[in-house]
C-alpha cells in the first residue's frame, strides 16, 4: 500500500515552482497547477466534520515494462513501511491517532495515497501522506518482508474463482495492451525485485507533473493551495521518457475462451471492444450498458433471469479508461445453460441495433446513471474519488459537464452504438466452470448463436413496458404503535427509507434457517397491487431503490430516492411493507438462486471457517446458524411459509420507521400517517424471550475443514458481550489496538514477521451474546507460527496495561470511525433505526462517545482478561493443510 529518491532529483534540477493563480472550475471548486507541474484540486465542502486527502500519481500497472510487472502496486505497499521522518507503522498510526483512516491502491493507471478523518486535521493528512510519498526509505529488509505479504495477497487472488475469472477475461480481451496484465504482477516479477528497481521506476513516473492532490472538507482553498505549495513547490521535474503503451489491435472474432477450476457456480462472460473515456461516444455507451444490464428492470435481468431463469444474476457495464476498453456482460448460472444463455443474451442485445428503445426506458436509465454520480457525492471521499477521475481520465475534474453529455443521449444513439460496436467479428465470450463440466465451445459454433440470435433480433418486435433517508431528529410514535424518526438533512438532494422489524437469525430455527434471507430477496418482488415487473419499472422510473434486508437480529426494508421522488417512493415502501405479495412463482425463482449463493460460500474459505466457527461457539443459539440457511431448509420453505413468518416478525408496533435526506419532518410525519395509519396489527407475535443464550466451551474446541487451496484461513475466538453491556467499551478499545494498520496485530505479525497477509481482530456484539476473536489469512508453512504469535499478543494485552498513547489513539479511532460511519443518509437512517430498535435511544452517539472516553487502561486488561479465556475458546483452520 504503501525514499529518499526526491531529495536525489532536488540536485538535478535546482528551481523552487510557485503555486500560479488557482482558477474557479466552479463554486467552491479550485484547480490549480504548481509551476513544477503539479495539479491541485480543492472543493470547500462547508461544515463538513470530515474531510479527505488523496494525493493520485500517474503511476499505473499500464506504464510498468517488460519486468516491472507489479512493482507500482508494490510501491503501493511500501510507501507505508516507513520514511526519514516515520517508522514503519508510524505512517498509518499518525492518521489513526487523529480518528482517520489511511489507505492506497493501485489501478491500471493510477497509484492514489488517501486518507479520512476529522476536518480539522487536513493538514496533518497532507503531511504525512506527503511524508510517505516523498521520503520513503525502502528498507531492504522491510521490502523482502512486504514482498511476500504481495506473494500471500497473490495466493489469496488465486483462490478467488472470480478473481481468477476476471484475469482470464482481461488476458482474452487484450493481446498487446498491457490491460491484459494483473495489477498485482506475478510470483516470479515481484519475487525479482530489488530497491534499486523501486528508485529507479520512481524517478521515472513519481515526478510533479504525474501528481494530482486532492482535498475535500471543511477547508479554504487559499490554505490549501499555499500548505500544497509549502510542500512540493521545491519538487522538481527531470526529463523522462514518454509514457508509450502498446496499442491494442482490432479483435478478429469471434473468440471463445474457457476455464475450469474448484468451483462451485458457473459464471459467463461477453465481451465487446469500446474506445476509450474521451471518446464522443462513451456517453451513450455508457447508457446502453444501463439499458442491457443495469438492476433487475435491464433488459437481460428481465428475459435470462426473471422471465426464463437462465441465470441467478446478470449485469453489464462499460469499462472506459484512458485507453480502449470492453462493454462487458457477466452472469453466474449453472454449466448446463451456458450455451443457451450467450445466445439470448445476444439476442437481446441485437435488438437494439434494430428496435428504437423507448423514451420512458431511456429516461430511467439517464436518472440512474446520474442517480448513482449524486449518491456518490454523500461521502468527501466520493467526491474527491470523482474529482480524481475525471481529472485523470479527461483533464477536466467537472462531472457536470459528463453528466449533461449524458442526458443528451438520445434514442437514435443507442441504436448507433450498437450497431457500431456489438459485432459478432469483435465479439469474445467466455466461461468458468467447475473441474471435469466438459463444457465445450468453439469459434464456429460461437459464430453460429451470434448468427441465429442477430436473426432472432431482427423478427422481434418492441415489448411493451408497463409503467410503475446527528442531531436534528425528530421522533414521532403513531396511534397504531410505529415509531417514526426524521432527520432533516437538506445538503444533497437524496433521501433514504428503513424499515425495520426485530427478526433475522435471532427469529429462525434449524427448519426455517435462511428464511429471512429469502425474506429479503421476496419482499421487493410485487405486492398485492403489482406484479414484481410493475413494482420494479416504478422504482427505476424514479432512480431509486427498494430491497430487502436481514440480519442477525433485524430484518426489513431499505429505500433511496431522489428526494423529489419521496412521496411516490414512500408509497412504493408501505405497499412493499404492509401488502408484500409473496408471489409463488417469485419463490419459485427465488429458491435456487438462493441455494446457489449458499454453494457459492463455499467457495469462501473465509466464510466457511467463520460458519463452522459460529457452530461451535454459540451451540443451539440462533447465532449459530448460517444467515444463508441449509440446503434442506431452503428446500423445503414455501411462499406460504415465509409469508407467516412475516406476517408474525412484521406488526406495526414493532417496526422502527426512519427517513434521512432532503425532506421536512412535518411533512414526513403527515405522509406516513396517510400511508400507513390504518394498519393495525394482527396475530401474536414474536417472544424473543424464548432464545437461550450459550455458554463457554468447557474446554478448547479445535476443528479443522482441509481443501485444495493455496492459503489456510485461521479463527480463533471467544464468547463476546452484549449491546447493553458495559464491558463493551473497554472491549472495543480492545480489539481497536489489535486491529488497523497500526495496531499489534498487523505491526507483529505482519510488518516484522510477515507471518500473513490478512488478519484482524473482530468485535460481534449482540442481543443475548456476541463474539470476540482473530481471524488470519496465511500459508499453510507459517500457519502454526502466527496462531503462536496471536497467542503471544493475546496474552500480553491480558495481563500488561496498554500505554496511554494507544489507549488515546483507540479512543480516538473507534470515534473517528463512528462519525465516517455515518456520512450518508441511508446509513444515519439505519443507525437511528437500529438504536431505536436495541433500545439505546437517539442520544446513543453522545452516550458512546463518553463512555469510550472514560475507558482506562485498567478497564482494557480486565475486559481482555475477562473475555480472552485461554481455555474456552473456538479455533478453526480452513484451506491448505
Known amino acids: 500500500m504503501k525514499q529518499p529518491l526526491f531529495l536525489i532529483l532536488s540536485l538535478v534540477w535546482l528551481m523552487t515552482p510557485t503555486a500560479l493563480h488557482a482558477k474557479l472550475l466552479k463554486p467552491h471548486l479550485y484547480k490549480d497547477t504548481l509551476e513544477n507541474g503539479l495539479t491541485v484540486l480543492v472543493k470547500e465542502v462547508p461544515g463538513s466534520k470530515v474531510a479527505t486527502v488523496q494525493i493520485w500519481v500517474k503511476a499505473g500497472s499500464i506504464y510498468e515494462g517488460p519486468t516491472e510487472g507489479g512493482i507500482t502496486h508494490l510501491i503501493e505497499h511500501m510507501i507505508f513501511k516507513g520514511t526519514k521522518n516515520l517508522g514503519p507503522g508510524a505512517v498509518a498510526a499518525a492518521i489513526e491517532e487523529k480518528g482517520g483512516q489511511i489507505n492506497a491502491y493501485t489501478s491500471f493507471e493510477y497509484t492514489v495515497y488517501h486518507a479520512t478523518l476529522p476536518a480539522r486535521y487536513w493538514s496533518n493528512s497532507l503531511n504525512v501522506l506527503t511524508d510517505a510519498v516523498r521520503n520513503s526509505v525502502f528498507d531492504a529488509g522491510e521490502l523482502e518482508r512486504e514482498k511476500k505479504v504481495v506473494l500471500e495477497e497473490i495466493g489469496m487472488r488465486n483462490d478467488r474463482p472470480d478473481v481468477v475469472f476476471f484475469d482470464a477475461m482481461m488476458n482474452n480481451a487484450y493481446s498487446r495492451h498491457p490491460y491484459r496484465l494483473p495489477v498485482i504482477g506475478t ?23 504525474n501528481f494530482t492532490v486532492v482535498i475535500v472538507g471543511d477547508v479554504k482553498f487559499e490554505g490549501v493551495i499555499n500548505k500544497v505549495n509549502d510542500l512540493f513547490s521545491d519538487l522538481p521535474n527531470h526529463s523522462m521518457d514518454t509514457q508509450e503503451v502498446a496499442e491494442e489491435p482490432p479483435v478478429d472474432g469471434p473468440k471463445v475462451f474457457n476455464q475450469e477450476g474448484q468451483v462451485n457456480q458457473a459464471q459467463m462472460a461477453l465481451l465487446f471492444p469500446i474506445p476509450a473515456f474521451h471518446d464522443p461516444d462513451t456517453p451513450a455507451l455508457d447508457v446502453l450498458a444501463g439499458i442491457i444490464g443495469h438492476g433487475n428492470t435491464s433488459r437481460l435481468y428481465q428475459h435470462l433471469r426473471d422471465d426464463t431463469g437462465l441465470v441467478y444474476n446478470i449485469r453489464a457495464s462499460s469499462f472506459t479508461p484512458k485507453y480502449p476498453g470492453l462493454l462487458e456482460i457477466t452472469a453466474t448460472l449453472d454449466q448446463s445453460k451456458i450455451k443457451e444463455s450467450i445466445e439470448a443474451s445476444l439476442t437481446e442485445i441485437f435488438k437494439l441495433k434494430y428496435i428504437a428503445v423507448d423514451e420512458q426506458e431511456l429516461e430511467r436509465i439517464k436518472h440512474s ?57 469483435h465479439l469474445i465470450a467466455g466461461y468458468l466452470t467447475p473441474k471435469g463440466a466438459n463444457i465445450t465451445l468453439n469459434r464456429e459454433e460461437l459464430r453460429q448463436m451470434a448468427k441465429r440470435a442477430e436473426k432472432a433480433a431482427l423478427n422481434s418486435i418492441p415489448s411493451s413496458l408497463t409503467p410503475s433517508y446527528l442531531g436534528n431528529v425528530h421522533r414521532f410514535k403513531l396511534d397504531n404503535g410505529i415509531t417514526l424518526l426524521v432527520r ?45 415487473r410493475e413494482l420494479s419499472v416504478k422504482i427505476a422510473d424514479m432512480a431509486g431503490e427498494i430491497s430487502g434486508f436481514n440480519g442477525k437480529n433485524t430484518f426489513g426494508i431499505k429505500a433511496g430516492f431522489l428526494s423529489r421522488f419521496f412521496d411516490d417512493g414512500l408509497e412504493l415502501v408501505r405497499d412493499v411493507v404492509i401488502t408484500p405479495a409473496f408471489d409463488s412463482e417469485e419463490a419459485r425463482k427465488i429458491q435456487p438462486e438462493r441455494l446457489a449463493a449458499l454453494k457459492q460460500q463455499q467457495d469462501s474459505l473465509a466464510a466457511m471457517a467463520f460458519q463452522q466457527f459460529n457452530q461451535v461457539l454459540f451451540q443451539k443459539h440462533p447465532y449459530a446458524l448460517n444467515t444463508l440457511g441449509t440446503e434442506k431448509s431452503l428446500s423445503s420453505l414455501t411462499a406460504e411459509d415465509l409469508y407467516h413468518l412475516y406476517q408474525r416478525h412484521a406488526q406495526p408496533d414493532s417496526l422502527v420507521l426512519s427517513v434521512a435526506g432532503d425532506v421536512k419532518a412535518k411533512d414526513v410525519h403527515d405522509q406516513v400517517v396517510r400511508l400507513f395509519g390504518n394498519w393495525h396489527k394482527s396475530g401474536s407475535g414474536w417472544d424473543r424471550a424464548t432464545v437461550i443464550a450459550p455458554t463457554p466451551p468447557e474446554t478448547p474446541q479445535i476443528s479443522s475443514l482441509p481443501r485444495e487451496k493455496e492459503q489456510t484461513h485461521i479463527i480463533i475466538g471467544f464468547l463476546g458481550t452484549t449491546l447493553t453491556s458495559p464491558d463493551r467499551f473497554a472491549l472495543e478499545v480492545v480489539d481497536t489496538v489489535l486491529s488497523g494498520q497500526s495496531g499489534r496485530l498487523f505491526s507483529q505479525l505482519r510488518d516484522k514477521q510477515s507471518l500473513a497477509y490478512s488478519l484482524s481482530s473482530f468485535n460481534l456484539i449482540g442481543l443475548d451474546t456476541g463474539s470476540f476473536g482473530i481471524y488470519i489469512g496465511t500459508s499453510p508453512d507459517k500457519k502454526q507460527e502466527a496462531i503462536d504469535s496471536v497467542w503471544r499478543e493475546l496474552e500480553k494485552i491480558r495481563s500488561t496495561p496498554i500505554s496511554n498513547e494507544e489507549l488515546d489513539k483507540a479512543k480516538n479511532l473507534i470515534l473517528g470511525h463512528y462519525d465516517l460511519s455515518l ?48 481455555e474456552h475458546y473456538v479455533e478453526v483452520k480452513a484451506g491448505a493443510e
Not at 188 to 208: C, G, N, W
Not at 397 to 412: F, M
Not at 509 to 514: A, H, S, V, Y
Open 369 to 425: 446513471l446520474e442517480s448513482d454520480f449524486v449518491f456518490n457525492l454523500e461521502k468527501v471521499e466520493g467526491q474527491a474519488r470523482v474529482l480524481g477521475s475525471f481529472e485523470a481520465l479527461a483533464g477536466d475534474p467537472r462531472e457536470d459537464e459528463y453528466l449533461e453529455k449524458i442526458r443528451s443521449v438520445t434514442l437514435d444513439d443507442i441504436k448507433r452504438v450498437t450497431q457500431k460496436y456489438c459485432d459478432v467479428h
Open 488 to 532: 432533516e438533512e437538506p445538503q444533497v438532494p437524496t433521501v433514504a427509507i428503513q424499515a425495520v422489524f426485530p427478526g433475522g437469525l435471532m427469529g429462525e430455527t434449524l427448519d426455517t434457517n435462511g428464511a429471512f434471507a429469502f425474506i429479503a430477496d421476496l419482499l421487493p418482488k410485487g405486492t398485492k397491487h403489482m406484479n414484481s
Open 187 to 209: 510470483r516470479e516479477s515481484v519475487s525479482s525485485f530489488t530497491r534499486d528497481d523501486i528508485l529507479s521506476y520512481m524517478a521515472k513516473h513519481y515526478q510533479p507533473e
Open 823 to 870: 456520512q450518508t443518509n441511508g446509513a444515519q437512517a439505519l443507525d437511528m433505526a437500529l438504536s431505536e430498535t436495541y433500545g439505546l435511544s437517539q442520544d446513543f452517539g453522545n452516550q458512546y462517545a463518553k463512555a469510550i472516553g472514560q475507558v482506562t487502561a485498567d478497564d482494557v486488561m480486565k475486559a481482555a482478561a475477562k473475555y480472552i479465556q485461554l
